[in-house]
């Protein structure tokens, strides 16, 4: 997404570092109750949420006093839908979230939910009984048959140098280990895909992963194409918030919310009108900032863009020309007037 912000647009949505104090502030929204306690939002337990877009938001840096000039915000909004029609398309309510804090909560969440499965998956392979010989071979041949051989089984490299990939390692910008022959340092982080509907790996020439590079260099240094460059890291799938639990037939008698969804749902701004008719007190606070963040982030496209600026266009062009001619009537009446007072127009 690549075209300058409205400079209007961005004062009033997001000229402020995504980990600045005041940017938090503004982020954070969790309402308070009348009773001075926190909003109860156990409620959340029956939804899932659904990743729907990434925005960059350039803005000036005015922390400190500093000169440092246009900083890059990375923001995520997702959605929460009701877990029974989640899948149907389902339009919920809307949700805005810093970048990195999304992309660290959905990787702990799939790591855990990974162990959850393989931990099932593994006690109803029956490989723990005396008519087994080799039990691992046994797990690993039930891994295999249910497709989940690469998620629950540890690959087994020959080559004790060879680099091995670890998401985990890449969640924050962080630097590669390779300098250029001029000095130029080389960093990896999460970024916005270019149409915003992914959350991708980049390289990137800064320290904050702001300003881009080509994925070459990673290749280059590690042997491989860089993971993730074009797939999505997050799901783009449902996401329940009821906690799993390998102890009580796959859920806690008492539901518990994932951690994903309560860090998500706790420090994020939130529109909640599509949920109005389900809650009793839908928080609101946020709506604005969210839509005002849509079209003040890089290459923001709206539905049929180029049907409304074509509108824009010519509306303006229209009203302009009106405003024209509506002077020149006016300034012909004015010298109308003038004349009709002049001593030469006595009759």
């Given at each position: 997404?690549?075209?300058?912000?409205?400079?209007?647009?961005?004062?009033?949505?997001?000229?402020?570092?995504?980990?600045?104090?005041?940017?938090?502030?503004?982020?954070?929204?969790?309402?308070?109750?009348?009773?001075?306690?926190?909003?109860?939002?156990?409620?959340?337990?029956?939804?899932?949420?659904?990743?729907?877009?990434?925005?960059?938001?350039?803005?000036?840096?005015?922390?400190?006093?500093?000169?440092?000039?246009?900083?890059?915000?990375?923001?995520?909004?997702?959605?929460?839908?009701?877990?029974?029609?989640?899948?149907?398309?389902?339009?919920?309510?809307?949700?805005?979230?810093?970048?990195?804090?999304?992309?660290?909560?959905?990787?702990?969440?799939?790591?855990?939910?990974?162990?959850?499965?393989?931990?099932?998956?593994?006690?109803?392979?029956?490989?723990?009984?005396?008519?087994?010989?080799?039990?691992?071979?046994?797990?690993?041949?039930?891994?295999?048959?249910?497709?989940?051989?690469?998620?629950?089984?540890?690959?087994?490299?020959?080559?004790?140098?060879?680099?091995?990939?670890?998401?985990?390692?890449?969640?924050?910008?962080?630097?590669?280990?390779?300098?250029?022959?001029?000095?130029?340092?080389?960093?990896?982080?999460?970024?916005?895909?270019?149409?915003?509907?992914?959350?991708?790996?980049?390289?990137?020439?800064?320290?904050?992963?702001?300003?881009?590079?080509?994925?070459?260099?990673?290749?280059?240094?590690?042997?491989?194409?860089?993971?993730?460059?074009?797939?999505?890291?997050?799901?783009?799938?449902?996401?329940?918030?009821?906690?799993?639990?390998?102890?009580?037939?796959?859920?806690?008698?008492?539901?518990?919310?994932?951690?994903?969804?309560?860090?998500?749902?706790?420090?994020?701004?939130?529109?909640?009108?599509n949920l109005a008719s389900n809650l009793a007190y839908p928080i609101e606070a946020g709506c604005e900032y969210i839509q005002r963040i849509e079209i003040s982030s890089r290459g923001y496209i709206a539905p049929s863009s180029a049907f409304a600026t074509t509108?824009?266009?010519?509306?303006?062009?229209?009203?302009?020309?009106?405003?024209?001619?509506?002077?020149?009537?006016?300034?012909?009446?004015?010298?109308?007037?003038?004349?009709?007072?002049?001593?030469?127009?006595?009759?």
């Amino acid at each position: 997404m690549k075209f300058t912000i409205l400079s209007a647009l961005l004062t009033a949505a997001s000229a402020l570092k995504s980990n600045s104090p005041s940017a938090k502030s503004m982020v954070s929204n969790s309402r308070r109750a009348e009773d001075g306690g926190d909003y109860d939002y156990s409620w959340i337990v029956d939804y899932s949420l659904v990743f729907d877009s990434c925005y960059v938001v350039d803005s000036y840096n005015f922390e400190d006093g500093d000169d440092n000039g246009i900083v890059s915000t990375s923001l995520v909004k997702y959605k929460m839908c009701e877990t029974n029609n989640c899948m149907t398309g389902c339009t919920g309510a809307e949700y805005l979230v810093p970048m990195d804090q999304f992309v660290n909560s959905f990787t702990e969440w799939q790591m855990n939910d990974q162990e959850y499965q393989c931990e099932q998956k593994r006690e109803s392979c029956g490989c723990d009984n005396d008519q087994v010989d080799d039990e691992d071979a046994c797990e690993a041949q039930c891994y295999q048959a249910a497709g989940m051989y690469d998620m629950c089984v540890e690959a087994e490299d020959g080559d004790d140098d060879a680099y091995v990939f670890d998401l985990q390692d890449w969640m924050e910008c962080t630097e590669i280990d390779y300098e250029s022959d001029d000095g130029t340092q080389y960093y990896v982080g999460p970024k916005c895909s270019s149409n915003g509907e992914k959350i991708n790996l980049g390289v990137f020439r800064d320290e904050y992963c702001t300003e881009a590079h080509d994925d070459g260099v990673f290749n280059d240094v590690y042997g491989m194409s860089l993971p993730y460059s074009s797939t999505n890291i997050v799901a783009e799938n449902c996401i329940s918030c009821t906690e799993a639990d390998a102890n009580n037939n796959g859920y806690y008698q008492d539901k518990e919310l994932t951690e994903i969804c309560d860090e998500s749902y706790a420090t994020s701004a939130k529109c909640e009108t599509n949920l109005a008719s389900n809650l009793a007190y839908p928080i609101e606070a946020g709506c604005e900032y969210i839509q005002r963040i849509e079209i003040s982030s890089r290459g923001y496209i709206a539905p049929s863009s180029a049907f409304a600026t074509t509108m824009a266009v010519i509306f303006g062009l229209a009203t302009s020309g009106l405003a024209f001619v509506a002077y020149k009537m006016h300034m012909a009446t004015k010298v109308r007037k003038i004349n009709l007072n002049d001593d030469s127009a006595v009759v």
